[in-house]
């Protein structure tokens, strides 16, 4: 499970069941799992009712018993302090241990989403200036102060000041795209305030994972991430990329030969989609080659399949394929079904709901999933709140 797998299916074809019965037995066994929630189906771990016993066979009882006392679930809600809000750093607070290669990624990551979040989109040249002062902003700063200081407001006051440092690292740019950024900073600060004023409890990667990274015996933490309350899209990739960055720096610090954490991605094809480059996307790429080295493995599910990038391809080595209609979808995985030894295409459209193929090192089989113990239907906003609440 270090080496990733992707779950990809039309919608309910039981992609969402399957990953989350293997998470079960992998939490079982001592394993930390972080859920990223976009619709709100995963949040049912933390809800009492989810764990009821009624009409469940001894055996199941027994399963679900187990589960209850081996794991601890959490559930944050980033973006809303109603709930249990959880706040990304600009810049991962280790940064300044990092190679100079290094900190140029990790402050390109950071400009790149700050940029989306701006809708700096069209590349024209103002937006191109206003970029490169950003990226070197980021830059001249992480040399100078400690990473955790690094906050859009100090961005703002860096860039406003043109402080010495910032205009002798850029040389020759007109004054007037300082004075745009800063104003573009400052509204998307302002409109976007719970998501860029770092209010709740600092995203701490080895805490989420119960700080199993130092070998202590503690029980494997399942930690559930609602992205429902960070606002559009754009605000929502601008978080995971930040998280992304985060689990990459845990990963390097943690080395591991044996598997530690499971991070599940539902709705992956938006983090990692074919034809866009969202603020998620060179993270992702960069964490499914890097995750391994961690113990970390992730779990990426999709449910529009033609959407998803298969680039990645070769750093995923199982492919859990459930019902596949869409022609365009299945033309795409061509390439990646016929490395297999027998063509399954044909049988992709007819499977039911649980039914799957799964495709790794060459070989092929199918199989029907049994239901996870945990039924994951979708909760009202109001519920998660009250759940992460508690
Ligand atoms: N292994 C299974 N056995 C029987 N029924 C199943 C199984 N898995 C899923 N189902 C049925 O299919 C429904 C949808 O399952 P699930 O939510 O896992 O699908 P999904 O592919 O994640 O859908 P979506 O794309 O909408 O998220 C479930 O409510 C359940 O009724
Ligand atoms: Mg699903």
Request: glycine share 6%; with cysteine.
């Amino acid at each position: 499970m270090t080496r990733h797998a992707a779950f990809l299916g039309g919608t309910g074809s039981g992609k969402t069941t399957v990953a989350v019965n293997i998470l079960e037995q992998l939490m079982v066994n001592g394993i930390s799992v972080i859920m990223i929630d976009r619709k709100g189906d995963l949040c049912r771990y933390a809800d009492p009712k989810a764990w009821s016993e009624d009409g469940l066979d001894a055996d199941a009882k027994s399963r679900i018993h187990s589960l209850r006392d081996h794991v601890h679930v959490s559930l944050y809600t980033p973006g809303h302090t109603g709930g249990n809000p959880l706040a990304i750093s600009l810049v991962p607070p280790d940064a300044s241990n990092l190679s100079q290669m290094e900190r140029e990624r990790v402050a390109r990551c950071s400009a790149n989403a700050l940029a989306r979040i701006m809708d700096y989109t069209s590349q024209t040249p103002a937006q191109k200036a206003q970029y490169a002062i950003l990226l070197k902003a980021i830059q001249v700063l992480l040399e100078m102060v400690e990473p955790s200081q690094i906050t859009v407001d100090q961005l703002i006051c860096f860039i406003d000041e043109r402080a010495p440092s910032l205009v002798n690292a850029i040389g020759k740019l007109e004054d007037k795209h300082f004075s745009k950024l800063v104003e573009n900073l400052q509204a998307t600060r302002l409109t976007k305030g719970s998501l860029l004023d770092g209010s709740g409890k600092p995203l701490d990667i080895g805490a989420l994972l119960g700080g199993r990274a130092e070998g202590a015996d503690k029980k494997p933490q399942l930690s559930i991430i609602s992205t429902k309350f960070l606002g559009d899209n754009q605000d929502i990739e601008f978080w995971v990329a930040q998280f992304l960055v985060a689990v990459e720096r845990f990963v390097n610090q943690n080395p591991s030969n044996m598997l530690q954490a499971v991070l599940l991605f539902d709705e992956a094809d938006v983090y990692l989609p074919a034809a866009r480059k969202p603020a998620t996307k060179e993270p992702m790429e960069s964490l499914l080659k890097r995750a391994r080295s961690g113990g970390v493995g992730l779990f990426l599910a999709s449910q529009s399949p033609g959407d998803f990038d298969y680039k990645s391809r070769d750093n995923i080595r199982s492919w859990f394929l459930g019902r596949i209609k869409e022609e365009t979808a299945l033309k795409k995985m061509k390439p990646m079904l016929s490395e297999c030894k027998s063509d399954v295409s044909d049988q992709l459209p007819a499977q039911e709901p649980g039914e799957f193929h799964i495709t790794r090192d060459g070989q092929v089989e199918a199989f029907k999933a049994n239901r996870s113990l945990i039924q994951p239907t979708q909760l009202p906003e109001d519920r998660i709140l009250e759940l992460a609440r508690g």
